[in-house]
Nanobody, 127 residues
Framework: QVQLVESGGDLVQVGGSLRLSCAARGLPLSAYNMGWFRQPPGKERELIAAISRSSGRTYYQDSVKGRFTISRDNVENTVYLQMNSLKTEDTAVYYC????????????????????WGQGTQVTVSS
C-alpha cells in the first residue's frame, strides 16, 4: 500500500527551527512531484512549498519564502521541509503530498492534482 509518513512536527518558540520529513513507502519518490501543505486551525489547506522531480524547480508561498526550504533525496525516498525563523502564524498541521509526474522540471501547484497524501504532523509555534 502506498504510504507517505510525515514526522518532525513539534512545539517550538518563535524564531526556532524544525525540519519535517516525509518518507514514502510503496512508491518511487523519484517519479513524483512533491509538495508541502499546511492547514491552520479553522482554515483551508494551503500549498506552502513544492519541488519538481529532479529538484530543478521549487515553489514557495510568499509567507514562507526565505524562511522555509524544501528538498528531496530520491535515493532515500524522502522529502524534507526545513523551517527557520518560525512565527506563530506557522502553527498548523503540515502534510506532504505526491503527484505522479511525467516531467522532471515542473511543479504541481494545486491540491486537486496530488495523488497521495500523508496523515499530517502538528507544528505549534508559541510566543
Amino acid at each position: 500500500q502506498v504510504q507517505l509518513v510525515e514526522s518532525g512536527g513539534d512545539l517550538v518558540q518563535v524564531g526556532g527551527s524544525l525540519r519535517l520529513s516525509c518518507a514514502a513507502r510503496g512508491l518511487p519518490l523519484s517519479a513524483y512531484n512533491m509538495g508541502w501543505f499546511r492547514q491552520p486551525p479553522g482554515k483551508e489547506r494551503e500549498l506552502i512549498a513544492a519541488i519538481s522531480r529532479s529538484s530543478g524547480r521549487t515553489y514557495y508561498q510568499d509567507s514562507v519564502k526565505g524562511r522555509f526550504t524544501i528538498s528531496r533525496d530520491n535515493v532515500e525516498n524522502t522529502v524534507y521541509l526545513q523551517m527557520n525563523s518560525l512565527k506563530t502564524e506557522d502553527t498548523a498541521v503540515y502534510y506532504c503530498a505526491a503527484d505522479r509526474q511525467q516531467y522532471y522540471n515542473t511543479i504541481t501547484s494545486t491540491a486537486m492534482e496530488y495523488d497521495y497524501w500523508g496523515q499530517g504532523t502538528q507544528v505549534t509555534v508559541s510566543s
